[in-house]
């Protein structure tokens, strides 16, 4: 698999979401997914530390911990191992009991304790002594940006993380907290994580907890060369495999959205691929280039999108989905 940097960091082309291991995904089929990823050059691994408390009796931190004991079973949590790995979690969604029952109202939030303290929880929970990449989650207009942006800042001088993304905010938010960073020489952001996919948002919508890439994010990803777009719910939660129980969530389905999944089916039967391997690979080979972040239930489910790496778009084809 094709290696990108981020912040100085080498990680895998793509990168594979963990959310579900341990509570919808059992430790069995999480360990051979993991497994799998792993030998076909798969480096870079994304959880955080509330996956999954909705799901059952899920609490959130059993993403982390299953990670923690993959880690230890491979030796990749110490010693020449632990560099063959690259390990993105994040803070600020679990709910806080102190704020209440009702989430999202009980966020724990990005305030200078959570972010410095929830570091030290998520690092026991996988054994290991620093993270690659540590993620504000969602952002926290509570807290002065100052106060989250330093707190973020200590993490990666005490070497706790050895680099700083965000996730879910808006283009003006992300620029301004570089902007706070740079002008105290503190570590700063250089990777977002944001919602995008193929199919576009519909026209006015916008969803202020799991907004989705923005064209002006793009554009400014685009322009930034220090900053790294790593995009989840790239697939839709397996909407393009065109199965019935597997619907096109509202917001994206709409009458302009029926041309864009006409010319992305065209252009996998030109291919012999899949609609989602297309879906990969048109984010990789976009403008910005784009690192899709994935999620699979099974290993059939894993290798498909894994295919999505062998798959050269012409010119043609990246201009005929993009003006779709």
């Known amino acids: ?12 082309g793509l990168c594979l979401g963990a959310m579900m291991f341990g509570t919808t995904v059992d430790e069995d089929t999480s360990f051979a997914l993991l497994d799998t990823f792993f030998e076909a050059g798969g480096t870079f691994i994304d959880t955080a530390n509330c996956y999954q408390f909705w799901a059952g009796d899920g609490q959130g931190h059993e ?83 100052e106060e989250t942006v330093g707190a973020f800042a200590s993490v990666a001088e005490s070497g706790k993380a050895r680099a700083l993304g965000v996730s879910n905010e808006p283009s003006w938010r992300i620029e301004r907290a570089r902007r706070i960073a740079a002008s ?57 495999t065109g199965r019935a129980d597997k619907r096109i969530d509202p917001m994206y389905d709409h009458p302009g959205a029926s041309a864009r999944l006409a010319t992305l089916r065209s252009v996998a039967d030109e291919l012999g691929a899949t609609p989602n391997q297309v879906v990969l690979a048109w984010m990789r080979a976009s403008s910005p280039s784009i690192l899709p972040l994935f999620s699979a239930s099974s290993v059939t489910q894993l290798k498909e999108s894994l295919g999505s790496t062998e798959l050269t778009l012409t010119p043609d084809q990246m201009e005929r989905l993009d003006r779709a």
């Open 1 to 12: 698999m094709d290696k990108r940097a981020i912040g100085g960091i080498e990680v895998s």
């Open 63 to 145: 993403s982390e911990e299953l990670l923690g004991r993959w880690l230890k079973s491979r030796g990749l949590a110490t010693g020449a191992g632990r560099e063959q790995i690259v390990i993105a979690t994040k803070a600020g969604a679990r709910p806080d009991p102190e704020r209440g029952d009702s989430w999202p109202a009980n966020i724990e939030g990005l305030s200078a304790r959570v972010v410095t303290s929830q570091v030290d929880v998520s690092l026991r929970r996988m054994g290991l002594d620093y993270v690659d990449l540590y993620y504000s989650h969602h952002e926290d207009r509570t807290v002065p940006l």
């Open 184 to 240: 105290h020489a503190w570590p700063s952001y250089v990777c977002v994580q944001q919602r995008h996919t193929y199919l576009q948002p519909r026209p006015g919508a916008y969803d202020a907890f799991m907004p989705a890439a923005s064209d002006e994010l793009l554009d400014y990803v685009r322009e930034e060369e220090d900053v790294t777009l790593v995009a989840y719910w790239s697939l839709m939660g397996g909407a393009y």
